[in-house]
Antibody, heavy 120, light 110 residues
Framework: EVQVLESGGGLVQPGGSLRLSCAAS????????MTWVRQAPGEGLQWVSS????????YYIESVKGRFTISRDNSKNTLFLQMTGLGAEDTAIYYC?????????????WGQGTLVTVSS | QSVLTQPPSVSAAPGQKVTISCSGT????????VSWYQQLPGAAPKLLIY???KRPSGIPDRFSGSKSGTSATLGITGLQAGDEAVYSC???????????FGGGTKLTVL
C-alpha cells in the first residue's frame, strides 16, 4: 500500500525557518518524482515544488525561489522541504504528493498534510 | 489569481450530469497532460483523472475527463450527495517551468 506521511509543520515566527519531511512507503521511491503542494486557509491548491526521482532536477514556484529547498534521501525514502525566510503568505497546509503534475500519472498519492503557521 | 481558470461553483440535482471546465493556454494545458483532483470537505486531495482522460483504479466511470486545445473538462454523471467536493485541475506550464492549478470548483448536489 502506497503511503506518504508529512511531518514537521508548526508555528513559526516571521522570518523563521522550518523543515518539512515526507516519509514514503509502498512504491519505488527512488524512481518517482515527488511534489509539494500547499493550500492556504480557505484557498485553492498551489503547486510549490517538485523534484525528479534521482534528485538531479528541482522546480519551484516563483514566490519561494531562494527561500525554499526541496531535496530527498532515497536511502531513507524521505522527501524534504527546507523553508527559510517564512512570511504570513506561507501559512498553509503543506501536502506531499507522489508524482509530478503534468506528468503522465499526475499526483497519484497524497499525504494528509502538515500545517505551517507563520505568526508572531 | 490562478493560471488555470475554473468556474467557482456548479450545482445540479442528484442523478444529473455536470461538467466543470478548466481553461488555460498553449504553455500549460496546450502542452501538458491535465489531471483532476477531488477534495472532500476536511480531506486531502485525491487524484480523479490523469493523462487528460484516464481514471485511476477505484474511480468509478461516472467520472470522465477530456481535453481539447487549451481547455479541459471534467464530467460527472449520476450525481450523488457524496460527490459534493471541490474539484481542481492541474497541469505543467512550460513557460513558468512550474506546476499550475485551477482555483477549484465547488460542486453542490442540490
Amino acid at each position: 500500500e502506497v503511503q506518504v506521511l508529512e511531518s514537521g509543520g508548526g508555528l513559526v515566527q516571521p522570518g523563521g525557518s522550518l523543515r518539512l519531511s515526507c516519509a514514503a512507503s509502498g512504491f519505488t521511491f527512488s524512481t518517482s518524482p515527488m511534489t509539494w503542494v500547499r493550500q492556504a486557509p480557505g484557498e485553492g491548491l498551489q503547486w510549490v515544488s517538485s523534484i525528479t526521482g534521482g534528485g538531479d532536477a528541482t522546480y519551484y514556484i516563483e514566490s519561494v525561489k531562494g527561500r525554499f529547498t526541496i531535496s530527498r534521501d532515497n536511502s531513507k525514502n524521505t522527501l524534504f522541504l527546507q523553508m527559510t525566510g517564512l512570511g504570513a503568505e506561507d501559512t498553509a497546509i503543506y501536502y506531499c504528493a507522489k508524482g509530478g503534475i503534468g506528468r503522465p500519472g499526475g499526483l497519484d498519492y497524497w499525504g494528509q498534510g502538515t500545517l505551517v503557521t507563520v505568526s508572531s | 489569481q490562478s493560471v488555470l481558470t475554473q468556474p467557482p461553483s456548479v450545482s445540479a440535482a442528484p442523478g444529473q450530469k455536470v461538467t466543470i471546465s478548466c481553461s488555460g493556454t498553449a504553455s500549460n494545458i496546450g502542452n501538458s497532460d491535465v489531471s483532476w483532483y477531488q477534495q472532500l470537505p476536511g480531506a486531502a486531495p485525491k487524484l480523479l483523472i490523469y493523462g487528460n482522460n484516464k481514471r485511476p483504479s477505484g474511480i468509478p466511470d461516472r467520472f470522465s475527463g477530456s481535453k481539447s486545445g487549451t481547455s479541459a473538462t471534467l464530467g460527472i454523471t449520476g450525481l450523488q450527495a457524496g460527490d459534493e467536493a471541490v474539484y481542481s485541475c492541474g497541469a505543467w506550464d512550460n513557460s513558468l517551468s512550474a506546476g499550475v492549478f485551477g482555483g477549484g470548483t465547488k460542486l453542490t448536489v442540490l
